[in-house]
C-alpha cells in the first residue's frame, strides 16, 4: 500500500489539475455564448444566399460563370476545418476521421483528393494516415478570438483562385455544425462547383431579373457565396469546439472528484491502519513492562 504521503501528494496533483479543469470550463462557456449568438446571426444570411444560389445552377446561367459549370473528375480539393488545441474530447479525432471517410468513399468520382486543412489537430492526424495528401495547412486562423469575416474572405478567395485556375474540377467543405454544447454534427457540402436545389416542377424555379446584367452581377455574388459559407463553417466549428472543451473539462472535473473521494477514504484507511498499528505496539510495549 502506498504511504500516507504519497497518497497526500496524489491528492494535491488531483486538486490542482481539478482547478485548472474548471477554470477552463468557465472559460470555455463564456467563449461558447459569444460564439453562438455569431452562429445564430450568420445562419439566415448564408442559408438563404446558398438557396438563392443552388437556384441559379438550374437555369440558364449555369454556364455562364466558371463557378457554375460543370468540369471533369480529375482533382478535388477538400476544405478540413479542425481546431488547433486539444483537451475538447472527440471534437478533432471525429471530424478527421469524417474526412477520411469520405475521402475513401468518395474515390470513384474523381481520380484523386487533396487536403486543405485549417487547424493543427486535423493536420497531426491526417499527415500520418496513408493516402492522405495534404496540400496546404493554415494554423491559428480561428485562434482564441472572435472569429471575423476578413479570415473566412481570405480563405475563401484562395479556394476561388485555386478553382478558377484549374487546379481543382471540385471543391467540398467538411466541418463540426453547431447543434448544442454537447452534440457537433460533422457536416459534408459541395462548394465548387455550385450544386442545383432539388426542384419537383420547372415552375418552381425562381426567375430572376439582373441590374447592370448577369455576368456583373454574378461575378460579385459568387465569390461573395464561398466567402460567406466558409465563415460560416469557422463560426460553426468555433462555437462546437468550445462546447465540446466545456463538455469534456466538466467531465473531467466530475472524474476527479470521483478520484479526490477514493484518495481521500484510502488515505483515512492508510491512517487508521497506521494508528491501529501504534497502538498495537505501545499495548504490546506496556504488556512487556509489566511482565
Not at 462555437?239 to 469534456?248: C, L, N, V
Amino acid at each position: 500500500m502506498a504511504s500516507l504521503k504519497d497518497i497526500k501528494k496524489r491528492i494535491g496533483t488531483v486538486k490542482n489539475t481539478q482547478q485548472i479543469t474548471k477554470a477552463m470550463k468557465m472559460v470555455s462557456a463564456a467563449k461558447l455564448r459569444r460564439a453562438q449568438e455569431a452562429v445564430v446571426a450568420a445562419r439566415p444570411y448564408a442559408d438563404k444566399m446558398a438557396d438563392v444560389l443552388s437556384s441559379l445552377a438550374v437555369r440558364d446561367e449555369a454556364d455562364s460563370h466558371p463557378l457554375l459549370e460543370e468540369r471533369g473528375k480529375g482533382k478535388a480539393l477538400v476544405v478540413l476545418v479542425t481546431g488547433d488545441r486539444g483537451l475538447c474530447g472527440g471534437f478533432n479525432t471525429n471530424i478527421s476521421k469524417t474526412a477520411e471517410r469520405f475521402i475513401r468513399e468518395k474515390q470513384e468520382d474523381f481520380e484523386s483528393y487533396e487536403l486543405l486543412i485549417v487547424g493543427r489537430k486535423g493536420n497531426e492526424y491526417l499527415k500520418r494516415r496513408a493516402g492522405m495528401e495534404i496540400a496546404k495547412v493554415h494554423e491559428n486562423l480561428i485562434g482564441t478570438s472572435q472569429v471575423s469575416y476578413p479570415v473566412g474572405a481570405l480563405l475563401g478567395q484562395e479556394v476561388i483562385d485555386l478553382y478558377r485556375n484549374g487546379e481543382y474540377d471540385g471543391v467540398f467543405l467538411i466541418y463540426n455544425a453547431f447543434q448544442s454544447a454537447m452534440t457537433q454534427v460533422q457536416t459534408v457540402t459541395q462548394l465548387l462547383p455550385i450544386v442545383a436545389k432539388q426542384v419537383d416542377e420547372v415552375s418552381q424555379v425562381t426567375d430572376y431579373i439582373y441590374e447592370p446584367n448577369a455576368a456583373e452581377v454574378l461575378d460579385e455574388i459568387l465569390p461573395k457565396h464561398i466567402e460567406v459559407q466558409i465563415f460560416r463553417s469557422l463560426l460553426e466549428s468555433s462555437a462546437s469546439e468550445h462546447g465540446a472543451r466545456m463538455t469534456a473539462m466538466d467531465s473531467a472535473s466530475k472524474n476527479a472528484s470521483e478520484m479526490i473521494g477514493k484518495l481521500t477514504l484510502m488515505y483515512n484507511r492508510a491512517r487508521q491502519a497506521a494508528i491501529t498499528t501504534e497502538l498495537s505496539e505501545i499495548v504490546s510495549g506496556a504488556e512487556s513492562i509489566k511482565a
